[in-house]
């Protein structure tokens, strides 16, 4: 940290905390100016901490940070949006999870990425306020992939390279995308993707938010886009998300699916 001011102030969202040492807490945060940090808020456990409030996980906030001896401290912190509404509902408290736990399992504190910053407060902000929230976590997840190198190839077979023509289809996320029924049939580690599907995970791909949101997605092709993404994110994380599960249970449990 020796090349660093002693002191930065960031905009940032709160992505989880930790107890440390007998009153402060461990934050992992990601700032809009330095990427994904680790920071310990000194005193936040006690009962009269100014900056306690603020420091809850998926609270965007400005924080001013000090340089410390290995790592930053915060030392001042006003929030700047607490998605209540997220809160207050189970439903849209598991889809925040998800975004978040999203995030911080693809990345490393390696430095500034504003754009990745930007789409995940739009994430959560959808997700704080949308009626319907699914179409925009897909769009989520097809543009965190993009970013984070990982784009899955939607138009030409992963094996033989020919276009994808309008049937069903085969998903091969060892190869990162798309393999057509010659290739796929017999390929280990696929699964199946219709040409419904995959239609829309294609709108999601080359379009803008607001294109993306004019086509409604059917219900009919949400299971099926759910399982897909599922399948591949765990593939490239090399382990299973937790906050799924959470989902599920809450669903299971408030809307009957």
């Not at 959808?126 to 989520?140: C, F, H, K, M």
């Not at 097809?142 to 939607?154: A, H, N, S, V």
């Not at 995308?177 to 049939?185: F, K, M, T």
Request: hydrophobic content about 40%; overall charge positive.
């Amino acid at each position: 940290m020796s090349n660093l001011p002693r002191s930065q102030r960031v905009e940032a969202v709160v992505l989880r905390h930790s107890d440390w040492g007998e009153a402060d807490r461990m934050l992992t945060i990601f700032t809009r100016e330095l990427g994904k940090l680790r920071v310990v808020a000194k005193g936040a456990r006690r009962p009269r901490s100014r900056k306690a409030g603020h420091l809850e996980p998926f609270t965007r906030v400005a924080l001013l940070l000090a340089r410390g001896r290995e790592i930053w401290i915060v030392t001042q912190a006003e929030t700047l949006d607490a998605y209540l509404p997220v809160r207050d509902d189970l439903e849209r408290t598991g889809y925040a999870a998800y975004v978040t736990e999203l995030l911080d399992r693809f990345t490393y504190e390696e430095g500034e990425n504003s754009s990745l910053y930007r789409l995940f407060v739009e994430a959560l902000e959808r997700v704080s306020t949308l009626e319907d929230p699914v179409p925009a976590i897909r769009y989520y997840e097809i543009r965190l992939l993009d970013l984070l190198g990982f784009r899955p190839e939607l138009f030409h077979c992963v094996h033989c390279g020919n276009e994808i023509q309008p049937e069903a289809q085969f998903f091969s996320a060892l190869l990162g995308g798309v393999a057509c029924p010659r290739c796929g049939l017999d390929a280990a580690g696929v699964r199946p993707v219709s040409m419904q599907g995959l239609k829309y995970l294609r709108h999601y791909q080359r379009s803008s938010y607001a294109e993306a949101m004019r086509v409604r997605l059917p219900d009919a092709v949400r299971p099926e886009l759910e399982a897909l993404m599922q399948h591949y994110l765990t593939y490239l994380l090399e382990r299973g998300l937790n906050s799924p599960a959470f989902l599920r249970e809450v669903r299971r449990k408030y809307t009957g699916d």
